[in-house]
C-alpha cells in the first residue's frame, strides 16, 4: 500500500499543483488518518526542493467553536492563517474525516456566520490561483466514515477512489493529460456560445454565457476530478431546476431540492428534507442566492452517490450549479461566503441545449 500512496502523493505534488525549488508548500489534513499520505507528500515537496509545512487538524474542534464561540469570535480570522494565503504558492488539502456528521446538528446561523468571516480567504486563494502566483487541489484520503457514508467497506471505497483518480493505472498523469485534451476541445466549443439551457426533470433553466469562459479540470484543482465549467452572467439566470440527487454540505443534507431563478436570483427554494438548512445556507450573504458556476461532470469512473461532494460533483452523465461564490478565473464576479454544488442526474432524460442547438442527452455529449 505504501507504493499506492507515493503514487498518489507524486500525482498530486508533480501535476496538480507542480511544486518547484524554493515553493512554500502548506500541507492540510482534518485528522490523523491519513498520515500515510502525508508523508508521502511532505517527503515529495522536500524531493522537489520545497519547503513544506503541516497543518493537522483535531476532529471535532470546528463542532466545539461553532457551538461555544461568540459573535465575536466567529468573526475572527487569526493572523497566521492569512499569512498562509498571502505567502504560500502551493496548497494541498486532504480530506480524511473520523465523522462526516460531526457538523449535522451545528446551528446553521454561526455556521453561516462564520463563513461570511472567511470569505474573504477565500476570495484572496481564487484570485490569486487566477492570477497564478498559486496553486491549490483538494483530496481525500479513503476512511471508515468515508466509506459507510458511500455505503461500502472501507476496501471497496479503496478500490473505488483509486480508480476514480486513475491511480490504477502505471501513467495516471499521462491519463488525466488524455482527459484534460478531450475536454479542452469541448471547452472550446462552449466558449464561443452564449446562452446555455438545461432541460429535464422538473428542469427548464437558462443561463447568459457570453463572454464567460469554460475551464477543463482534469486533476489540477480536485483529485479526482473530470468536468467542465464556467460561471454564468450574474443576473442571466431563468427558470427552475430540480435536484434529485442528495445534496450534502457540511454533513448537513437536504434531499430533493428544487429551485426557482429570476434575473440570476435564486426567488423560491423547496426541499424535501432540509429545508431549513438549505434556506439558512441561501440567505448567508448579499451573494449566495446567486450563481456561481455550472458543470458539467464527466467522470465516468464515479457513477453512483457517495455522500463526498469531491466526488459527487465528477459524476459522468450529471451535472452541478453552485450557489455563492463564483471563479474569477471564469470572469465570474459573483462574491459570497457559501459555494455549495447542487447535483442533477441527466442520464434521465436531461438535455442541455447551447445557442438552441442540442449538444447534450442522457448524460452524453453530442458534439
Request: charged share 30%; net charge negative.
Amino acid at each position: 500500500m505504501n507504493k499506492l500512496w507515493e503514487k498518489y502523493a507524486k500525482v498530486l505534488v508533480d501535476y496538480s499543483v507542480k511544486v518547484q525549488k524554493g515553493e512554500l508548500t502548506i500541507i492540510r489534513t482534518d485528522s490523523y488518518l491519513s498520515q500515510p499520505l502525508i508523508k508521502e507528500i511532505y517527503k515529495q515537496v522536500l524531493l522537489k526542493g520545497g519547503y513544506p509545512v503541516v497543518r493537522t487538524g483535531v476532529e471535532g474542534l470546528n463542532e466545539i467553536f461553532i457551538k461555544n464561540a461568540s459573535d465575536e469570535q466567529l468573526e475572527y480570522v487569526d493572523p497566521m492563517t492569512e499569512l498562509e494565503y498571502e505567502k504560500a504558492k502551493n496548497l494541498i488539502s486532504i480530506g480524511a474525516p473520523l465523522n462526516v456528521k460531526n457538523m449535522a446538528r451545528s446551528d446553521s446561523k454561526k455556521m453561516a456566520k462564520r463563513s461570511g468571516a472567511m470569505k474573504h480567504l477565500s476570495e484572496k486563494m481564487l484570485k490569486r490561483s487566477a492570477d497564478g502566483d498559486l496553486n491549490w487541489v483538494i483530496a481525500d484520503f479513503p476512511t471508515q466514515a468515508l466509506a459507510q457514508e458511500a455505503k461500502m467497506s472501507l476496501d471497496e471505497y479503496t478500490e473505488f477512489l483509486i480508480k476514480a483518480c486513475y491511480l490504477h493505472l502505471d501513467d495516471p498523469v499521462a491519463k488525466w493529460q488524455e482527459i484534460g485534451e478531450k475536454q479542452e476541445k469541448t471547452a472550446k466549443f462552449l466558449n464561443n456560445k452564449s446562452t446555455i439551457r438545461i432541460t429535464g426533470e422538473k428542469t427548464d433553466i437558462t443561463f447568459n454565457v457570453k463572454g464567460r469562459i469554460w475551464k477543463s479540470c482534469a486533476g489540477e484543482y480536485n483529485f479526482p476530478d473530470g468536468e467542465v465549467y464556467t460561471s454564468p452572467v450574474e443576473n442571466s439566470a431563468n427558470g427552475q431546476i430540480y435536484f434529485d440527487f442528495p445534496q450534502i454540505y457540511r454533513g448537513n443534507e437536504a434531499q430533493k431540492v428544487l429551485l426557482t431563478l429570476k434575473e440570476g436570483k435564486i426567488i423560491d427554494a423547496k426541499a424535501e428534507k432540509g429545508e431549513e438548512f438549505l434556506i439558512s445556507m441561501l440567505d448567508m450573504d448579499e451573494g449566495s442566492r446567486f450563481v456561481g458556476e455550472i458543470a458539467i461532470g464527466t467522470n465516468d469512473m464515479i457513477q453512483d452517490v457517495t455522500g463526498n461532494i469531491l466526488f459527487d460533483e465528477k459524476i459522468g452523465g450529471s451535472i452541478h450549479m453552485a450557489a455563492g461564490a463564483s471563479y474569477p478565473d471564469t470572469g465570474g464576479k459573483n462574491v459570497s461566503g457559501l459555494h455549495w454544488d447542487l447535483i442533477k442526474n441527466m442520464k434521465n432524460g436531461g438535455k442541455i441545449y447551447a445557442d438552441n442547438e442540442l449538444i447534450y442527452e442522457n448524460g452524453k455529449f453530442l458534439i
